[in-house]
């Protein structure tokens, strides 16, 4: 998000962004990801819809553009749902989010329903789209979000994991008059704004536009290679600050210095282990040396460093310190390759290499 419009990056360009009330949150690394979802902001093409009327391009979309749809009731009288859906076709057993940006209209209320995808009843869950956004009655599900953008928009999210044996499922979006009721008067006065649907493997990552087929966007490579003059080979720190919303299950690397010879046997790593805690890695001695440690990983913002030099190793995590070694250590091959948020799915903030290992007092000050 940039100037208060959600906004697209060039191919090998940083995705620096910003909360929706302007501070900075910090560049984005990101895995890849496919959007199966088909014509993600034209729900008049591809999407079914049911006692509903959709006004095509109504308002202005999170991007800045006259995209956004209107989802309105069809004034047939009586009471009853209004829905939209797509049907998509997806892996049986993988945990899945399918995801919207949302605007009140004539209701400030909405719902997200992934249908069918136990071989049942499936998931859903409501949204107050008002405020700071809130999140109403729920089934079914591993996880929901409301998120706040600017100009009344809501990003909501649901995340599942698919039947064993179900290949399918069906993705809806309903009006609500209610945090817990979809049904409401079919009477032309139920409207809510709908743009940039998403389905997706794991939780919900960036905004990734369709039209008539899937897209997917690559993962996020951050590097640099020879880069062994602001590495210390025999002491130092690294340093980073972060802001964590997703824990994917995997090891979420924020900072790698290692050996470009394989394998790679020598380095130090900050990041996430699948286990969902804070990891500080440093190998050594081809391999004879590894000292970890961990430390329990929370949503927001945390600054983490390691301080590194032979006989004296240490952790800290938000001005404490979380671990320490008294093992004597020495690199085997030469540190000399930077990676930056590999697999982070997350947001760095700041990063730091010391070519000398800071002491205690300075580490606490430099995490606080």
Same mark, same amino acid.
């Given at each position: 998000?940039?100037?208060?419009?959600?906004?697209?990056?060039?191919?090998?360009?940083?995705?620096?962004?910003?909360?929706?009330?302007?501070?900075?949150?910090?560049?984005?690394?990101?895995?890849?990801?496919?959007?199966?979802?088909?014509?993600?902001?034209?729900?008049?093409?591809?999407?079914?819809?049911?006692?509903?009327?959709?006004?095509?391009?109504?308002?202005?979309?999170?991007?800045?553009?006259?995209?956004?749809?209107?989802?309105?009731?069809?004034?047939?009288?009586?009471?009853?749902?209004?829905?939209?859906?797509?049907?998509?076709?997806?892996?049986?057993?993988?945990?899945?989010?399918?995801?919207?940006?949302?605007?009140?209209? $004539?209701? &400030?209320?909405?719902?997200?329903?992934?249908? !069918?995808?136990?071989?049942? /009843? #499936?998931? =859903? @869950?409501?949204?107050?789209?008002?405020?700071?956004?809130?999140?109403?009655?729920?089934?079914?599900?591993?996880?929901?979000?409301?998120?706040?953008?600017?100009?009344?928009?809501?990003?909501?999210?649901?995340?599942?994991?698919?039947?064993?044996?179900?290949?399918?499922?069906?993705?809806?979006?309903?009006?609500?008059?209610?945090?817990?009721?979809?049904?409401?008067?079919?009477?032309?006065?139920?409207?809510?704004?709908?743009?940039?649907?998403?389905?997706?493997?794991?939780?919900?990552?960036?905004?990734?536009?369709?039209?008539?087929?899937?897209?997917?966007?690559?993962?996020?490579?951050?590097?640099?290679?020879?880069?062994?003059?602001?590495?210390? $080979?025999? &002491?130092?720190?690294?340093?980073?600050?972060? !802001?964590?919303?997703?824990? /994917? #299950?995997? =090891? @979420?690397?924020?900072?790698?210095?290692?050996?470009?010879?394989?394998?790679?046997?020598?380095?130090?790593?900050?990041?996430?282990?699948?286990?969902?805690?804070?990891?500080?890695?440093?190998?050594?001695?081809?391999?004879?040396?590894?000292?970890?440690?961990?430390?329990?990983?929370?949503?927001?913002?945390?600054?983490?460093?390691?301080?590194?030099?032979?006989?004296?190793?240490?952790?800290?995590?938000?001005?404490?310190?979380?671990?320490?070694?008294?093992?004597?250590?020495?690199?085997?091959?030469?540190?000399?390759?930077?990676?930056?948020?590999?697999?982070?799915?997350?947001?760095?903030?700041?990063?730091?290499?010391?070519?000398?290992?800071?002491?205690?007092?300075?580490?606490?000050?430099?995490?606080?």
């Amino acid at each position: 998000m940039k100037n208060g419009d959600l906004s697209q990056v060039a191919v090998d360009t940083p995705a620096f962004e910003y909360n929706s009330n302007g501070t900075y949150k910090g560049l984005l690394v990101e895995n890849a990801s496919e959007n199966l979802c088909l014509q993600s902001e034209d729900i008049t093409t591809t999407w079914t819809a049911a006692n509903a009327t959709i006004t095509a391009n109504d308002t202005t979309a999170p991007d800045g553009n006259t995209t956004a749809d209107k989802l309105n009731d069809d004034s047939g009288g009586g009471t009853s749902v209004v829905l939209i859906e797509q049907a998509i076709t997806v892996v049986a057993g993988t945990k899945y989010t399918a995801s919207v940006f949302l605007k009140a209209d $004539q209701l &400030a209320f909405a719902a997200l329903r992934v249908h !069918d995808y136990d071989g049942a /009843t #499936g998931g =859903s @869950q409501f949204f107050e789209l008002s405020g700071a956004g809130s999140l109403g009655t729920a089934s079914n599900l591993d996880d929901s979000r409301i998120e706040v953008y600017p100009n009344g928009w809501y990003r909501c999210s649901i995340t599942w994991t698919q039947g064993a044996a179900d290949t399918s499922f069906v993705f809806r979006i309903y009006l609500a008059d209610s945090i817990s009721s979809n049904v409401v008067n079919l009477d032309g006065t139920s409207s809510i704004y709908v743009w940039g649907a998403q389905v997706e493997e794991s939780y919900p990552s960036s905004y990734i536009p369709t039209t008539t087929t899937s897209v997917t966007r690559s993962i996020d490579i951050i590097e640099k290679t020879s880069a062994s003059t602001y590495i210390g $080979q025999t &002491a130092g720190t690294i340093y980073a600050e972060v !802001d964590v919303l997703n824990f /994917t #299950g995997i =090891s @979420q690397y924020i900072l790698r210095a290692q050996e470009s010879t394989t394998p790679i046997e020598n380095g130090i790593f900050l990041g996430i282990s699948p286990g969902g805690t804070f990891m500080f890695r440093l190998d050594a001695d081809d391999g004879a040396t590894d000292i970890d440690f961990s430390s329990a990983a929370t949503t927001g913002t945390h600054k983490l460093a390691l301080v590194y030099e032979s006989g004296d190793v240490r952790a800290y995590l938000d001005g404490s310190q979380v671990g320490s070694s008294t093992s004597a250590w020495t690199f085997g091959d030469t540190v000399e390759d930077i990676s930056i948020g590999t697999t982070f799915d997350n947001w760095i903030r700041a990063f730091a290499f010391y070519k000398r290992a800071l002491s205690d007092n300075e580490a606490k000050i430099l995490t606080q």
